[in-house]
């Protein structure tokens, strides 16, 4: 039986990502899509007892759990300077981050030797500012690894595709697999009763407080000036490092009724949300994954999001899109913020196109075009 291993333990992180978010709903879907005679093992650094049973539990279906004898700090310094995958069986290894054994293998001799990562961000090429000295040390190091040992490069839109092009040689290696929206964040049934019981208001704009400390500075500054006549609800972490957004709120003048920071919130909270949202606000994510942007759409729930980037690739033009270069992007998002708080018209155009465009995609479709590129390689 061919074996293919699923390095999974960005799953278990702290904070919760898209890309986090992605490791799973890609996990899942190779799981239900694996071949005959083809089984999903799961690879992970050491954690607590509950950790792993967690792990299991989002992921069921796993023919087994591998548990390395290390640390996640440990396995990330290790395969990133070069140490051998000790520990592992046979088996094609597909990572969907970049933390993947990438070390010397002969998958022409030994076919079922071969390495697959997946690449989300940009940032050391494209905005190198946001990335520590430590973080664009570890990120060069990984990518120049990964040239010179991974029989495939994965990437999720053609944003992160051209970069790729552009700035390495991974050439024919590189392959364009989309993320897909997550059917289970849309809710149904009795929604108002859920909203209520969520805490959320009767009609809201939705944000979400992770992603680059500027787009997050700048959607609040323009939500403080739209005269949007709805309040503004927002989820999630912050990226670590960034003024609190509590800080921010002062600064832009901005207190409850009109804001609710309601921070990490569950599945089930944010399907809500999501669902029951007037639109949601996103200008793009460090990981540029854009899960919540399908996420939303799936919902018919319209999208602000920004012009020129992945945020409007990914949305695929069924977005309202803003563009963010030069001194009036405060004006020209607070614009668009008014008019789909307003205009009814609108946002039922965006509902439309939006749940048109999103039906192009399913973690099913991304997982099977997976297993054909490992069958392929």
Known sequence: MAVLRVIVDNVLAPDPTGVNRYSVEITR????????????????????????????????????????????????????????????????????????????????????????????????????????????????????????YADALVVTNHSVADAVERFTSFGSRLHLVPAAPTPHLVTGGALKEKAREAGLPEDFLLMFAHGPAANLELSLAAYATSGAPLPLVIVGAQDRGQTPITELLDTFGLQPPRVLVLGVVDDSELSVALTKATALIELGTTDMVGLSLLDAQLARTPVITS???????????????VPLDGTGAVGALADAIHRVSTDSHLRSRLRQEGSDWVKEFSWGQSAHDIWTLQADI
């Open 29 to 148: 879907g190779l799981i239900r899509t694996a071949p005959e005679d083809c089984a999903v093992v799961g690879v992970c650094a050491e954690h607590r007892p509950e950790e792993l049973d967690r792990l299991r539990e989002l992921l069921p279906g796993l023919a087994d759990l591998i548990v390395l004898p290390a640390s996640s700090a440990q396995l990330a310094f290790a395969w990133g300077t070069g140490m051998p995958p000790r520990m592992l069986p046979e088996g094609l290894t597909h990572s969907p981050t970049m933390l993947a054994p990438f070390t010397r293998h002969d998958h022409l001799r030994y076919s079922s030797e071969q390495v697959v990562a997946t690449l989300h961000s940009t940032a050391l090429w494209t905005a190198p500012e946001t990335l520590t000295r430590a973080e664009a040390i570890v990120f060069s190091r990984t990518i120049r690894r990964a040239e010179r």
């Open 307 to 321: 012009a020129g980037d992945a945020s409007a690739e990914i949305t695929g033009g069924a977005a309202l899109t």
